[in-house]
């Protein structure tokens, strides 16, 4: 019965790289019953259900097109108004949830944390792939508003770059991942944070290519758009529009760089997050 | 390390921090971090200061546990005891890995199974069924293994009926059963369990402690257990500890250490902390009508205050409650400024309460004193549970003798 598998230490010091991958995947059962957990206990004692995952992305679209698309005239590329913003709203929601989502890890799971240890990483994880559930909703949303837009004859086409699709998913989960466990360790101590993340995340929109292409800013304000250009998530989502839709503003320097910056904040979050879920109940 | 040791403990030591964390805390963390660039300790831990809550350090630092040393054999049933706050939830939390020790090392063989409550995780929404599973996984089972038990524990906990119900409409009692059921059935060669039997109904409890006494002694697992109900620690447990501010004081045979906690859990009888430079409270002391901090039940108790008024100051305000053993607060009194003129000198000003025919209860009882400025409405210091002491009824008899717990206290009666 005792083996040497079974033999444990807790030490003051843990190394910080230890990312306990192993204990992670002993969990795994745990992962997917968190999922489940957050998936139905969305909509029990509600009329519509998983349509609501529907309600958001789509009155949103209507409003954009409406006050950014007609009212402000910016340009969407050539694209039919609605399925560019859909697009970006899509792929922006899935990143944004994640990341809001994990910023706040510690404080909503501060009860059981303090109560039983598992591997804390399973928490950001499974907010990640329950938030996969739901952008995978929201994306037949979109495929039927393309279908819609393709038999009524606009103007757009798919591109080879709708092969990267899993690529785009993968960068948009890791990054709102990495930052939103940067942030959750830091707002254990300074809860200052947790108000940044709010409006933070919003403003952060605009600094994306949601409801304008690149292209478009690169031209009206060429002095400023490297702060649009730097961001990582500008390249991810104008992959992701260049993939779907044909146009926007694709290379394979810019999603080289997204991809970079997504595994650096990866690397740092985890590590970050594992150092202060050691001690966290304390402080919390 | 041998190979019969299931749990071995090296030197672990764990500091609090008291007071407030946030505030000012990323200057303190710059602090930190320049004293060890230098090669110098941190300048906020001082190592050598036992955790006694009566009286303040200096530092903000506390040690909830200090360089605690001991081994446990495989199949042992160990016992930790102790006043609140002398550190035993915070080994279980290091020994369950919720949080980290300061310092030291712990080693050990066999998966932890740690109850430190029950019913974690549990989600309103979802079914009895479906959280046994989530439940069963947050505590370390793999699926599997779940499905295996799961008649076992559906049965242990009386819910067949209810299985599919949303846990939300069960009543507490289910709720409770069912959680218990989901631990008590993990596979694991460890078990932590933390006072969760002061839960449940008395048949529920009887039937959880029968579970764990078939743990320990049925299937050699290794059980710890963190109890105040000394009854139940010495059916349950061969071994004990007894922890005081942080410190095993007494390793041993369970029935020992029993003793030892006995007869060492009367806390002195008197508060004392220096004056200073802020109005505080200097001395607080319980006089009883006999020795030994006992008071025989109908006699006049004294209780006496010491304030130091470092400058003149109006509208204080000063009481003091009596708190029962279930932390019932029983009898308030108090005296203000403002109905007759109170801590007016500076220096030490010396109070005195009598309460002329004290009708409490036999049983133990303790102080909680506040010291208030009521105009500006300033709460300036509370000092919680100290001077204990314990009513005995000596003088009184009745004919079937006086039973524990017949009432909280004993009023003037006369039949006509």
Known sequence: MYNEEHSWTIEAKASLFDLKLNEIWAYRDLLWLLVRRDFVSFYKQTILGPL?????????????????????GISTDGLPKPLFYLAGITAWNYFADCLTKTSTVFRDNAGIFGKVYFPRLIMPLSIVVSNLVRFGVQMILFLIMMGYYYFTGANFNISWAICLFPVVVILMALLGLGTGMIISAM???????????????????????????????????????????????????ETFRYGFLGEGSFSWSSLGYASGITTALLLFGIVIFNKVERNFVDTV | MSKNIAIKVENLSKAYQLGQIGTGTISRDLERWYARIRGKEDPFLRIGESNNQNTKSESDVVWSLKDINFEIEQGDAVGIIGRNGAGKSTLLKILSKVTAPTTGKISGKGRIASLLEVGTGFHPELSGRENIFLNGAILGMRKKEIQRKLEEIVDFAGIERYLDTPVKRYSSGMYVRLAF?????????????????????????????GKMGEVSKGEGRTVLFVSHNMNAVNTLTNISFYLKNGIIEFNGKTDEAV??????????????????????????????????????????????????????????????????????????????????????????????????????????????????????????????????????????????????????????FYWE
């Open chain 2, 181 to 209: 059921a989901v631990a008590a059935h993990l596979e694991s060669e460890i078990l932590i369990v933390d006072e969760v039997l002061a839960v449940g109904d008395a048949e529920f409890q009887k039937k959880c402690l």
């Open chain 2, 259 to 412: 003793k030892h906690y006995l007869s060492n859990t009367k806390p002195s009888k008197t508060y004392l902390s220096v004056p200073n430079q802020k109005i505080s409270i200097t001395r607080v002391e319980v006089l009883t009508s006999e020795t030994n901090s006992v008071h025989n039940q109908g006699q006049p108790l004294t209780i006496e205050i010491d304030v130091n008024m470092p400058y003149y100051a109006e509208g204080m305000g000063v009481s003091f409650q009596i708190y029962n053993e279930e932390e019932t607060p029983i009898v308030y009194c108090y005296r203000f400024d403002v109905d007759k003129p109170l801590l007016r000198h500076t220096g030490i000003n010396k109070l005195k309460c009598i309460i002329p025919n004290c009708r409490l209860y036999m049983g133990r009882y303790y102080l909680h004193v506040h010291l208030a400025e009521t105009k500006g409405r300033t709460y300036i210091e509370g000092i919680d549970k100290i001077c204990e002491f314990e009513v005995q009824i000596i003088e009184k008899s009745i004919e079937w003798g006086w039973q524990p717990d017949v009432c909280k206290y004993l009023e003037d």
């Open chain 1, 52 to 72: 609501w995952f529907f309600i958001q992305p789509l009155f949103t679209t209507i409003i954009f097109t409406f006050i950014f698309g007609n009212l402000a």
């Open chain 1, 187 to 237: 707002t254990t101590k300074y809860r200052d944070l947790a108000f940044l993340v709010g409006f933070g995340v919003q403003l952060l929109m605009y600094a994306t290519t949601v409801i304008y292409p690149l292209s478009e800013a690169l031209k009206k304000y060429p002095a400023y758009a490297w702060i649009i250009e730097y961001n990582p998530m500008t390249p991810i989502i």
